[in-house]
Nanobody, 125 residues
Framework: QVQLVESGGGLVQAGGSLRLSCAASGRAFSRYLRGWFRQAPGKEREFVAAINWNYGRTYYADSVKGRFTISRDNAKNTVTLQMDSLKPEDTAVYYC??????????????????WGQGTQVTVSA
């Protein structure tokens, strides 16, 4: 049963923009916290951004503040990550996640119990 599906990855030059989307279904739909994580080759998965679906409060990693924007579309049940001013160090597989019931905290991947399959974002210098 498909729960989270990402779309929108690709290749872009440094300074460019990409938009990622994540559509939720099934039990993932009930989770109030929706987040994005990323994992670069040889590195651990790291938090990027999250949004409280009910109140719209947003959270960002320091490395993306001012460049990335997370938003939600209630009608489409999707979360969007708008990525501007991209840098080569943003290159990674980006994962959508849903959670909020485990109590670990927003930036911790253990907080999220539903994950998408990931989408590749590559930023060339």
């Amino acid at each position: 049963q498909v729960q989270l599906v990402e779309s929108g990855g690709g290749l872009v030059q440094a300074g460019g923009s990409l938009r990622l989307s994540c559509a939720a279904s099934g039990r993932a739909f009930s989770r109030y916290l929706r987040g994005w994580f990323r994992q670069a080759p040889g590195k651990e998965r790291e938090f990027v951004a999250a949004i409280n679906w009910n109140y719209g409060r947003t959270y960002y990693a320091d490395s993306v503040k001012g460049r990335f924007t997370i938003s939600r579309d209630n009608a489409k049940n999707t979360v969007t990550l708008q990525m501007d001013s991209l840098k080569p160090e943003d290159t990674a597989v980006y994962y959508c996640a849903a959670g909020g019931v485990r109590g670990y905290g927003v930036p911790y991947d253990d907080e999220y119990d539903y994950w998408g399959q990931g989408t590749q974002v590559t930023v060339s210098a």
